[in-house]
Nanobody, 125 residues
């Protein structure tokens, strides 16, 4: 059974930074492309960033490109998201997710399984 513990969320002001972590157990982590989804109140859950199994290829949605950095440590079964220059529109619940593939991480967003209960990020103006 896959288990994930997400952490690092919190409340910051516009322009602040947060670093999210997601530690996963119950699977072979480096068999998976992994990524972050977020869901703002009243909105659908959207994929915003992903990283391939080796960590050598990444993808960012336009809304976060240049501000967020995704990384992974396969030795620790952990995914990270460094979020800088945060904006109020980044306020959401953030979830880590994965898809078993050695291919590009940004294909088939609908095939990702979200793990864990999410971590809340609130950005105030």
């Amino acid at each position: 059974q896959v288990q994930a513990v997400e952490s690092g969320g919190g409340s910051v002001q516009t322009g602040g930074s947060l670093r999210l972590s997601c530690t996963v157990s119950g699977l072979t982590f480096d068999d998976y492309a992994v990524g972050w989804f977020r869901q703002a109140p009243g909105n659908v859950r959207d994929g915003i960033s992903c990283i391939n199994w080796s960590g050598k290829s990444t993808y960012y949605a336009n809304s976060v490109k240049g501000r967020f950095t995704i990384s992974r440590d396969n030795g620790k079964n952990t995914l990270y998201l460094q979020m800088d220059n945060l904006k109020p529109e980044d306020t959401a619940i953030y979830y880590c997710a994965g898809r078993p593939t050695y291919g590009p991480c940004s294909e088939s967003w609908g095939s990702y399984n979200t793990w864990g209960k999410g971590t809340v990020v609130t950005v105030s103006s």
